[in-house]
Protein backbone atom coordinates (compact mmCIF):
# COMPACT_ATOMS: atom_id res chain seq x y z
CA UNK A 1 0.00 0.00 0.00
CA UNK A 2 1.08 3.56 -0.95
CA UNK A 3 0.07 6.59 0.54
CA UNK A 4 0.42 10.44 -1.16
CA UNK A 5 -0.15 13.02 0.89
CA UNK A 6 0.93 16.73 0.16
CA UNK A 7 1.58 19.67 3.24
CA UNK A 8 0.31 22.82 2.05
CA UNK A 9 2.30 25.61 3.83
CA UNK A 10 3.72 27.98 1.50
CA UNK A 11 1.21 31.08 1.06
CA UNK A 12 1.15 31.03 4.81
CA UNK A 13 5.16 31.23 5.03
CA UNK A 14 5.12 34.15 2.11
CA UNK A 15 2.58 36.26 4.34
CA UNK A 16 4.22 36.08 7.02
CA UNK A 17 7.68 34.91 7.02
CA UNK A 18 9.34 35.31 3.68
CA UNK A 19 7.98 38.79 3.00
CA UNK A 20 4.37 38.88 1.49
CA UNK A 21 5.74 39.14 -2.42
CA UNK A 22 2.57 39.26 -3.78
CA UNK A 23 3.96 37.57 -7.05
CA UNK A 24 4.67 34.43 -5.54
CA UNK A 25 1.35 34.10 -4.91
CA UNK A 26 0.16 33.06 -8.76
CA UNK A 27 3.19 30.85 -8.99
CA UNK A 28 2.33 28.42 -5.65
CA UNK A 29 -1.13 28.46 -7.37
CA UNK A 30 0.85 27.13 -10.42
CA UNK A 31 2.27 24.30 -8.68
CA UNK A 32 -0.77 23.29 -7.22
CA UNK A 33 -3.06 23.49 -10.14
CA UNK A 34 -0.44 21.32 -11.56
CA UNK A 35 -0.53 18.97 -8.76
CA UNK A 36 -4.33 18.73 -8.89
CA UNK A 37 -4.26 17.97 -12.82
CA UNK A 38 -1.63 15.25 -12.45
CA UNK A 39 -3.99 13.43 -9.81
CA UNK A 40 -7.22 14.00 -11.84
CA UNK A 41 -5.21 12.53 -15.12
CA UNK A 42 -3.76 9.08 -12.92
CA UNK A 43 -7.10 9.61 -11.15
CA UNK A 44 -5.25 9.07 -7.82
CA UNK A 45 -6.70 10.66 -4.43
CA UNK A 46 -4.32 12.39 -1.62
CA UNK A 47 -4.30 13.49 1.75
CA UNK A 48 -3.35 17.26 1.38
CA UNK A 49 -2.00 18.66 5.24
CA UNK A 50 -2.84 22.31 5.21
CA UNK A 51 -1.84 24.77 7.99
CA UNK A 52 -4.94 26.11 9.95
CA UNK A 53 -3.61 29.87 9.55
CA UNK A 54 -3.45 29.01 5.67
CA UNK A 55 -7.35 28.26 5.92
CA UNK A 56 -7.99 30.96 7.53
CA UNK A 57 -6.34 33.82 5.20
CA UNK A 58 -6.39 31.74 1.85
CA UNK A 59 -9.66 29.42 2.26
CA UNK A 60 -10.03 29.76 -1.56
CA UNK A 61 -7.02 27.50 -2.11
CA UNK A 62 -8.50 24.95 0.96
CA UNK A 63 -11.59 24.77 -0.94
CA UNK A 64 -10.12 24.46 -4.29
CA UNK A 65 -7.93 20.93 -3.03
CA UNK A 66 -11.34 20.14 -1.47
CA UNK A 67 -13.60 19.99 -4.12
CA UNK A 68 -11.15 18.11 -6.27
CA UNK A 69 -12.29 15.52 -4.30
CA UNK A 70 -9.23 15.06 -1.79
CA UNK A 71 -8.87 14.88 1.72
CA UNK A 72 -7.73 18.04 3.82
CA UNK A 73 -5.81 17.13 6.95
CA UNK A 74 -4.05 19.55 9.58
CA UNK A 75 -0.65 20.74 9.24
CA UNK A 76 -0.72 22.75 12.61
CA UNK A 77 -1.98 25.89 12.81
CA UNK A 78 1.52 27.99 12.77
CA UNK A 79 3.78 25.48 11.61
CA UNK A 80 5.51 25.71 15.10
CA UNK A 81 7.55 22.96 15.54
CA UNK A 82 5.13 20.50 18.52
CA UNK A 83 8.79 19.61 20.42
CA UNK A 84 8.91 23.90 21.29
CA UNK A 85 5.28 24.01 22.20
CA UNK A 86 4.55 22.78 25.46
CA UNK A 87 1.07 20.62 26.39
CA UNK A 88 -1.24 23.07 27.02
CA UNK A 89 0.42 25.37 23.59
CA UNK A 90 0.00 22.41 21.53
CA UNK A 91 -3.49 21.90 22.26
CA UNK A 92 -4.59 25.52 21.61
CA UNK A 93 -2.70 24.86 18.14
CA UNK A 94 -4.43 21.88 17.19
CA UNK A 95 -7.71 23.29 18.37
CA UNK A 96 -7.36 26.50 16.50
CA UNK A 97 -5.65 25.17 13.02
CA UNK A 98 -9.07 22.73 12.97
CA UNK A 99 -11.42 25.38 13.59
CA UNK A 100 -9.89 27.24 10.39
CA UNK A 101 -9.65 24.37 8.57
CA UNK A 102 -13.12 22.81 9.46
CA UNK A 103 -14.17 26.22 9.00
CA UNK A 104 -13.21 26.53 5.28
CA UNK A 105 -14.47 23.82 3.87
CA UNK A 106 -17.15 22.89 6.31
CA UNK A 107 -16.11 19.17 7.40
CA UNK A 108 -14.73 17.71 9.93
CA UNK A 109 -11.02 16.88 9.98
CA UNK A 110 -9.65 13.77 11.47
CA UNK A 111 -5.90 13.30 9.88
CA UNK A 112 -2.88 15.17 11.09
CA UNK A 113 0.88 15.40 10.48
CA UNK A 114 2.71 17.91 12.62
CA UNK A 115 5.45 20.04 11.24
CA UNK A 116 9.19 18.76 10.53
CA UNK A 117 7.76 15.57 11.85
CA UNK A 118 8.72 17.13 15.61
CA UNK A 119 6.64 14.45 17.94
CA UNK A 120 9.39 12.42 19.70
CA UNK A 121 10.38 10.86 23.20
CA UNK A 122 10.16 14.11 24.76
CA UNK A 123 6.96 15.35 23.75
CA UNK A 124 4.69 11.68 23.52
CA UNK A 125 1.90 13.33 24.92
CA UNK A 126 1.59 15.00 21.52
CA UNK A 127 -0.70 11.86 20.81
CA UNK A 128 -2.99 12.61 23.77
CA UNK A 129 -4.03 16.23 22.78
CA UNK A 130 -4.49 15.01 18.93
CA UNK A 131 -7.00 11.96 20.04
CA UNK A 132 -8.34 14.77 22.27
CA UNK A 133 -9.04 17.46 19.45
CA UNK A 134 -11.32 14.19 17.71
CA UNK A 135 -7.82 13.21 15.40
CA UNK A 136 -7.65 9.53 14.20
CA UNK A 137 -4.92 9.20 12.12
CA UNK A 138 -1.62 10.62 12.53
CA UNK A 139 1.43 10.91 10.16
CA UNK A 140 3.51 12.29 12.04
CA UNK A 141 6.61 9.95 13.13
CA UNK A 142 9.90 9.83 11.64
CA UNK A 143 10.87 6.41 13.42
CA UNK A 144 14.91 6.82 13.03
CA UNK A 145 17.19 9.96 14.11
CA UNK A 146 17.33 12.98 12.00
CA UNK A 147 19.00 16.62 12.22
CA UNK A 148 15.49 18.14 14.09
CA UNK A 149 14.52 15.02 16.78
CA UNK A 150 12.88 11.64 15.03
CA UNK A 151 11.30 9.10 17.06
CA UNK A 152 13.81 6.47 16.81
CA UNK A 153 12.57 4.54 19.99
CA UNK A 154 9.35 4.59 18.41
CA UNK A 155 8.84 0.60 17.36
CA UNK A 156 7.23 0.29 14.69
CA UNK A 157 7.73 1.13 10.63
CA UNK A 158 4.35 0.36 9.75
CA UNK A 159 0.57 1.88 10.10
CA UNK A 160 -0.32 0.70 13.88
CA UNK A 161 -2.50 1.66 16.67
CA UNK A 162 -1.06 3.90 19.75
CA UNK A 163 -2.45 3.74 22.55
CA UNK A 164 -1.60 6.71 25.10
CA UNK A 165 -3.51 7.04 28.61
CA UNK A 166 -6.96 6.11 27.86
CA UNK A 167 -6.88 7.07 24.17
CA UNK A 168 -5.66 5.98 20.68
CA UNK A 169 -4.80 6.71 17.63
CA UNK A 170 -3.99 5.11 13.94
CA UNK A 171 -0.18 5.96 12.76
CA UNK A 172 0.87 6.16 9.64
CA UNK A 173 4.72 6.41 10.16
CA UNK A 174 7.18 7.85 7.05
CA UNK A 175 8.93 4.60 5.61
CA UNK A 176 12.20 4.30 5.61
CA UNK A 177 14.93 2.79 4.11
CA UNK A 178 18.40 1.40 5.45
CA UNK A 179 21.76 1.78 4.53
CA UNK A 180 24.99 1.96 6.42
CA UNK A 181 23.16 0.79 9.55
CA UNK A 182 21.01 4.10 9.51
CA UNK A 183 17.48 4.58 8.79
CA UNK A 184 16.46 7.39 6.30
CA UNK A 185 13.57 8.41 4.22
CA UNK A 186 13.39 8.25 0.67
CA UNK A 187 9.92 9.33 -0.22
CA UNK A 188 9.02 12.61 0.06
CA UNK A 189 10.58 16.07 0.94
CA UNK A 190 14.33 17.19 0.62
CA UNK A 191 15.35 13.05 0.62
CA UNK A 192 13.46 12.24 -2.26
CA UNK A 193 15.67 15.65 -4.13
CA UNK A 194 18.95 13.96 -3.16
CA UNK A 195 17.94 10.43 -4.25
CA UNK A 196 17.78 9.08 -7.63
CA UNK A 197 14.28 8.67 -9.05
CA UNK A 198 15.68 4.64 -10.05
CA UNK A 199 16.64 4.13 -6.23
CA UNK A 200 13.48 5.37 -4.50
CA UNK A 201 11.24 3.44 -7.48
CA UNK A 202 13.32 0.38 -6.06
CA UNK A 203 12.66 0.38 -2.31
CA UNK A 204 9.24 1.48 -3.23
CA UNK A 205 8.53 -1.16 -5.22
CA UNK A 206 9.93 -3.84 -2.75
CA UNK A 207 8.43 -2.49 0.28
CA UNK A 208 4.63 -3.29 1.92
CA UNK A 209 4.04 0.00 2.69
CA UNK A 210 5.15 3.40 1.19
CA UNK A 211 4.61 7.34 2.38
CA UNK A 212 5.05 9.77 -0.15
CA UNK A 213 4.71 13.28 1.04
CA UNK A 214 5.58 16.44 -0.55
CA UNK A 215 5.45 20.36 -0.25
CA UNK A 216 5.33 22.55 -3.34
CA UNK A 217 8.90 23.78 -1.99
CA UNK A 218 10.19 20.50 -2.59
CA UNK A 219 9.20 20.48 -5.92
CA UNK A 220 9.60 24.22 -7.36
CA UNK A 221 12.75 25.31 -9.19
CA UNK A 222 15.10 27.34 -6.78
CA UNK A 223 17.75 29.00 -6.86
CA UNK A 224 20.39 28.78 -4.07
CA UNK A 225 20.07 31.67 -1.74
CA UNK A 226 20.72 32.00 1.86
CA UNK A 227 18.38 32.74 4.58
CA UNK A 228 18.63 35.95 6.88
CA UNK A 229 19.73 35.66 9.87
CA UNK A 230 16.58 36.94 11.53
CA UNK A 231 14.44 34.80 9.62
CA UNK A 232 16.49 31.89 10.18
CA UNK A 233 17.11 31.70 13.79
CA UNK A 234 13.31 32.65 13.76
CA UNK A 235 12.66 29.57 12.17
CA UNK A 236 15.04 26.66 12.94
CA UNK A 237 15.27 28.04 16.81
CA UNK A 238 19.40 27.29 16.47
CA UNK A 239 22.02 30.32 15.68
CA UNK A 240 22.03 31.46 12.26
CA UNK A 241 25.96 31.13 11.84
CA UNK A 242 27.29 31.46 8.17
CA UNK A 243 27.71 27.25 8.79
CA UNK A 244 24.66 26.34 9.83
CA UNK A 245 22.52 28.62 6.91
CA UNK A 246 24.74 27.65 3.94
CA UNK A 247 24.12 23.92 5.00
CA UNK A 248 20.14 24.72 5.01
CA UNK A 249 20.78 26.43 1.87
CA UNK A 250 22.47 23.10 -0.06
CA UNK A 251 19.90 20.87 1.40
CA UNK A 252 17.13 22.85 0.80
CA UNK A 253 18.06 24.24 -2.52
CA UNK A 254 19.96 21.15 -4.43
CA UNK A 255 17.75 18.74 -6.38
CA UNK A 256 14.83 21.09 -7.13
CA UNK A 257 15.44 21.64 -10.78
CA UNK A 258 13.75 18.37 -11.65
CA UNK A 259 11.75 17.57 -9.19
CA UNK A 260 8.42 17.89 -10.21
CA UNK A 261 8.77 15.74 -12.86
CA UNK A 262 10.21 12.72 -10.74
CA UNK A 263 7.49 13.11 -8.49
CA UNK A 264 5.21 12.86 -11.40
CA UNK A 265 7.11 9.74 -12.87
CA UNK A 266 6.66 8.32 -9.73
CA UNK A 267 3.22 9.02 -9.22
CA UNK A 268 2.14 7.30 -12.68
CA UNK A 269 4.16 4.92 -11.89
CA UNK A 270 2.20 3.10 -8.68
CA UNK A 271 -0.58 3.13 -7.11
CA UNK A 272 -1.49 5.90 -4.63
CA UNK A 273 -4.16 6.10 -2.13
CA UNK A 274 -4.67 8.69 0.76
CA UNK A 275 -5.24 8.39 4.18
CA UNK A 276 -8.70 7.74 4.58
CA UNK A 277 -8.78 5.29 2.14
CA UNK A 278 -5.80 3.53 3.76
CA UNK A 279 -7.74 3.46 6.98
CA UNK A 280 -10.17 1.32 5.73
CA UNK A 281 -8.04 -0.68 3.89
CA UNK A 282 -5.74 -1.41 6.90
CA UNK A 283 -7.14 -4.50 9.13
CA UNK A 284 -6.64 -2.56 12.40
CA UNK A 285 -6.92 -5.66 14.21
CA UNK A 286 -3.60 -7.58 12.80
CA UNK A 287 -1.54 -4.32 13.35
CA UNK A 288 0.78 -3.75 15.64
CA UNK A 289 -0.25 -1.93 18.80
CA UNK A 290 2.49 0.95 20.40
CA UNK A 291 1.82 1.21 24.29
CA UNK A 292 3.14 4.52 25.46
CA UNK A 293 1.29 4.71 28.56
CA UNK A 294 3.59 4.74 31.64
CA UNK A 295 6.27 6.47 29.75
CA UNK A 296 5.61 9.89 29.87
ZN1 LIG B 1 5.37 21.51 6.76
Partial sequence: MNILSFDIEEWYFEKFLYGDRKEMYPVYMGYLDRILDMLDREGDKATFFCVGEMA?????????????????????????????????????????????????????????????????????????????CGIECDASVYPASRDFGGFSSFGAK????????????????????????RGFAYSGGGYFRLLPLWFVKKVLSSADYGMCYFHIEDLMYRKYKMHDREFFENYYKIPGTFKNRFV??????????????????????F?????????????????????????I
Wanted: charge should be negative.
Fill in 56 to 132: KHFPDVIRKIDTRGHEIGCHSNTHTWLNKLTEEQMYADTRDSLASIEDAIGRKVISYRAPAFSIGESNKYAFEVLAE
Fill in 158 to 181: EPCIIKIGNKSIKEFPICLTTAFG
Fill in 248 to 269: RMIKGSIGTKGAFNEMEQLVSS
Fill in 271 to 295: EFVNLEKADQLINWNETKVIDLKGN
